[in-house]
């Protein structure tokens, strides 16, 4: 676990939607580089990250951001298994996200204690979430399946379910997205673009949450 004091780091919001308008999806191959990452969206205004479990280095790069960056909410993401969502806690994660669910992830996810967004893509899975008592998921990959339009046309038949879509989501196509009365959130792909993160160019990365923060007003 974490060796980060439990009131360093911010509390667990009521709603993981609600806290940043993008939610920034981050792949480190590298753990210092994770950490420079983290520090950067910070300074560009965006408190929050979900960090993929997609490298061998990611857990590792969790637990270095929960200790040297406390302040940001830190977020597991492509939680695959009940055993991911187990490490992701011990690795320090504050919240989890699948890019689907089935029975056992969902209960997997649900026993860490943590807010998870589980991944939703049709009409079924949202009302499998709803029928578990879950109302905050993600859409993904979202432009694929339908995206902002399809979003649209269910919010009046599931008015409960709430989304972060995530998959194709752009700067150009976010304001749509957040326009929607059923979207907290999206999941931004664009902000930790990998030539900025081999030139160590963290200064940009912050102009790019900056930036970032003001599509939820455009």
């Known amino acids: 676990m974490s060796s980060t004091p439990e009131s360093a780091a911010p509390s667990v919001p009521a709603s993981v939607l609600s806290v940043v308008p993008v939610m920034p999806v981050v792949v480190a191959h590298r753990v210092e580089d994770a950490v420079q990452i983290a520090r950067a969206l910070v300074a560009g205004g965006l408190p929050a990250i979900e960090l993929t479990l997609r490298t061998p280095v990611a857990l590792d ?11 940001i909410l830190l977020g597991a993401g492509t939680v695959l298994t009940p055993g991911h ?8 994660a504050r919240f989890l996200v699948s890019p689907g669910a089935t029975p056992s992830l969902l209960a997997g996810m649900a026993d860490t204690g943590l807010p ?5 893509a049709t009409v079924s899975e949202v009302l499998i979430c709803l029928e578990a008592g879950i109302t905050e998921m993600k859409f993904f990959p979202a432009e694929v399946s339908g995206g902002a339009p399809y979003l649209k046309a269910i919010a009046s ?15 150009a196509n976010a304001p ?17 673009p990998p030539a900025l993160v081999e030139q160590q160019d963290w200064d940009g990365i912050t102009a790019l949450a ?4 003001s599509l939820a007003e455009a």
């Not at 790069?61 to 302040?71: G, H, N």
């Not at 998870?116 to 939703?120: K, R, S, V």
């Not at 038949?157 to 700067?171: D, I, L, M, Y």
């Open 157 to 171: 038949p599931v008015p409960e379910a709430r989304f972060c879509p995530t998959g194709g989501v752009t700067p």
């Open 210 to 213: 900056r930036a970032a923060v």
């Open 176 to 192: 749509t997205y957040l326009a929607l009365p059923n979207v907290g959130c999206v999941g931004g792909t664009w902000l930790t």
């Open 116 to 120: 998870f967004l589980p991944g939703t």
């Open 61 to 71: 790069a969790m637990r270095a951001i929960a200790d040297e960056v406390p302040e």
């Open 85 to 92: 969502a187990k490490q992701a806690l011990d690795a320090g």
